[in-house]
């Protein structure tokens, strides 16, 4: 559930029974029908996530697909598709993803 007045994601206080913004101080106490699920997790902000799918051939929208020639690490075919993306720091390189034309395998390098 999120707070009604800034957005920011409630979180159970075990103490008073309550969902409580850390943000505003907004207080939930009755959450009527809804479903409460819970999840823990553990996440660095250093840490970025990437989905590639598999399934399409084309770069995500924010990147510019080139065909070009690289070997395929799984089948050996010489024709990829190839695009970057900043997965690190910015003063790092960005890291270059291929992806086969042939059987579709996708790699990346740093």
Sequence with gaps: MFCPRCGTLLVLDKSKKVYRCTKCGYEATNLGNRVVMT???Q???K???VVI???SVSAPPTATLVK???RCTKCGYEEVYAWQIQT???DEPPTTFYKCAKCGHTWREY
């Design 43 to 45: 996440h660095n902000n």
């Design 88 to 90: 690190r720091a910015a």
């Design 68 to 70: 070009g020639h690289v």
């Design 53 to 55: 799918d598999s399934t």
């Design 39 to 41: 999840r823990s997790f």
């Design 47 to 49: 840490e970025k996530t």
